[in-house]
């Protein structure tokens, strides 16, 4: 039995001592797995870190090299901008260096309603400076709030600017322009135009010119801040060219003359227009041109019939009248048929051409070619042109401008009617021969009475000053004959001349002879001519023994008991050509003996 108790006590022992081992073993495999678990774990992390790591590096060499410059670029394009460099419009002189239109430098806000809208305490501070109505504005930009820009005022002066300037309110631009500015007003404002806002001509030389007055806008690039402002120029990468100036040929003295003295007719006769127009004789230059009514091209805002911006000189055409009557004449002559002193009879006064009546003021009765034209007779040139038929006249008439452009190249310009049926009939032989049945321009008149006082010599017409080498070269083609232009000449000195029975007696100028004649001539209607409208004309060349300037002065429906061109266009001219030669320092060719053109003309 002990022996039995001996051995289960060994094998119980055994088994505590395996047991004991056992848990042992099982202890230390519980470490090193604990162990292998925490090391896997650091590696792990470890990977993981230098993963990032690598992940990070990869990626900022990829920024640095591969999409550099596309990052940069576009890094570039919300921070560097490219502006513009306002180019200044070219300065319009007349022939004496006075400015006509100028350039003056203003200021534009504009303002990004994507990003301001979001600060309306910025928009309201912005329109107290402007003087603006603070919600009106909020509105607006609301109603612009998808969009990068809006205009809030543009040609500020620098003045007006400068408080905005100041306040560097965010998403706030100001950017330097230029506006056009017109000195003269509306004296010279048919002639020289405009131009819009965005200094593009509109109308007269300021859009004939364009592309000459015209700048070329340069570019400059800046940084701005996240607010828009400009934080630093880098560079320019193109100045700015400005516009080349140009001077015309008018004379602003005279200019203003011719205004001044058109506009009291045409006030003064309540007319529906008038149009003066002054040529050089020898250059063909434009001296001065004014029409009524005019405008304030400074301030255009309060025009409402648009046809007052129209240069009337070049744009409307009229019948001339009487006028015409001097190259009737001069068609008569060059035939051969007539001489000056060759006898119209003209009684009773009036005549029928297949059943339509011509007649004359007065019954002048018998009178010479010469005296047809002092009269101004309607039965004495229908006769002459029932005679000679007409297409000496038109011939005539075409060979010193009437009826044609003056290439001018002035926007608008119309180049008139001059008839060319293919049979003539009696009537229209007629009345062609005392200015009915055709149309011409003031300019174009100018130019036709330019050719008498010049000894039949034709040269294009400038509405810019010449050089004297552009003088020299121009081109000068005889179209009447020297002794028919001096006769014509002398006839029309007859014409304001009370000694020699002159009809535009209104028309004369003290101490000086003129060459003139006056033309009135009934408005065509709805249903014809009008019985009580009228244009008044009248054409004068001065001083007549060597003429400068050629003048024509038009006046459209005058108003009241006085219609004739005598009475109502003759004034005028009689004004502004006595003026003229004080300016032009003209001597006088007309000074009676042993009087003194000094206290006289002191006296005047």
């Known amino acids: ?43 792990a992390v470890a990977l993981g870190l230098v993963l990032c790591v690598g ?37 319009i002189f007349d022939r004496n ?114 592309e000459h007055l015209q700048g070329v806008e340069g570019r400059r690039q800046i940084i701005r801040d996240r ?56 250059t063909g230059e434009v001296l001065a041109m004014a029409n009524q009514p005019s405008y304030n091209p400074n301030n255009k805002s309060n025009i409402s019939d648009f046809g007052v911006l129209r240069n009337r000189a070049l744009t409307d055409v009229f019948e001339p009248g009487s006028t015409v009557k001097a190259f009737t004449i001069a068609a008569a002559l060059e035939s051969g048929v007539y001489e000056a002193d060759t006898i119209i009879e003209t009684s009773p006064g009036w005549m029928m051409v297949h059943g339509h009546t011509i007649q004359d003021i007065h019954n002048y009765g018998t009178l010479t070619v010469g005296k047809v034209i002092t009269k101004s007779s309607n039965v004495g040139t229908s006769k002459i042109a029932l005679e000679i038929g007409p297409e000496p006249i038109r011939d005539v008439l075409e060979r010193v401008g009437l009826g044609q452009v003056t290439g001018t190249g002035f926007p608008g310009e119309r180049g008139g009617l001059l008839p060319s049926p293919r049979r003539w009939s009696a009537v229209e032989t007629a009345t062609l021969s005392y200015g009915y049945g055709l ?52 006839m ?17 100028v003290p101490f000086y002879k003129v060459a003139g004649k006056t033309g009135t001539a009934h408005v065509v209607g709805e249903f014809g001519y009008e019985a009580n409208l009228h244009n008044s004309l009248f054409v004068g060349m001065i001083p007549a023994s060597d003429p400068k300037i050629v003048v024509v002065v ?7 008991s006085e219609h004739y061109g005598g009475q109502v266009a003759a004034p005028v001219f009689a004004r502004v050509a006595s003026g003229a030669m004080r300016l032009l320092n003209i001597p006088p060719d007309d000074v009676p003996v042993g009087q003194s053109v000094m206290s006289s003309g002191g006296d005047e």
């Open 439 to 490: 149309s011409v321009t003031a300019l174009q008149l100018a130019q036709a009475y330019s050719v008498i006082a010049d000894s039949g010599i034709k040269k294009p017409v400038s509405l810019v000053k010449l050089s004297e080498e552009e003088v020299a070269a121009l081109s000068r083609e005889r179209v009447l004959s020297p002794s028919i232009s001096a006769q014509i000449k002398d």
């Open 227 to 282: 607010r828009d402002n400009i934080i630093e120029e880098i560079r320019t990468i193109e100045t700015a060219s400005n516009g080349s100036n140009i001077e015309l040929s008018i004379d602003f003295r005279l200019q203003n003359l011719a205004y001044k003295e058109l506009k009291a007719e045409f006030t003064k006769r309540r007319a529906k227009s008038a149009t003066l127009v002054m040529l050089d004789v020898e």
């Open 97 to 210: 260096g006075e400015p006509l239109a100028v350039s003056t430098p203003v200021v534009t806000i504009s303002v990004n309603p994507s990003k301001i809208i979001d600060n309306p305490n910025d928009i309201r501070r912005l329109a107290n400076a402007l003087d603006m109505n603070a919600d009106a504005l909020i509105a607006t930009i609301e109603s612009k709030r998808d969009k990068p820009f809006h205009f809030i005022k543009r040609r500020l002066s620098p003045a007006e600017a400068a408080p905005v300037a100041a306040m560097r309110i965010p998403h706030v631009r100001l950017e330097d322009e230029y506006q056009r500015f017109y000195p003269q007003g509306e004296v010279a404002a048919h002639l020289v135009g405009f131009s819009n806002i965005d200094n593009v001509g509109q109308e007269g030389i300021e859009l004939t010119y364009e």
């Open 492 to 508: 029309l000195e007859t014409v304001v001349d009370p000694r020699r029975g002159g009809s535009a007696r209104e028309g004369k």
């Open 554 to 560: 038009v006046i459209n429906e005058p108003k009241g």
């Open 55 to 91: 992940a990070v590096a990869w990626k900022v060499g990829q920024l640095q090299v591969t999409q550099k410059e596309f990052l940069q670029s576009q890094g570039d394009n919300r921070a560097i901008r490219t502006i513009p460099i306002a180019a200044n419009r070219g300065v």
């Open 1 to 43: 039995m002990d022996s039995i108790k001996k051995g289960i006590g060994m094998s119980a022992t055994r088994r505590e001592t395996n047991a004991h081992t056992s848990n042992k073993g099982q202890g230390v495999a519980a470490k090193a797995w604990t162990y292998v678990k925490a090391t896997w774990r650091l590696g």
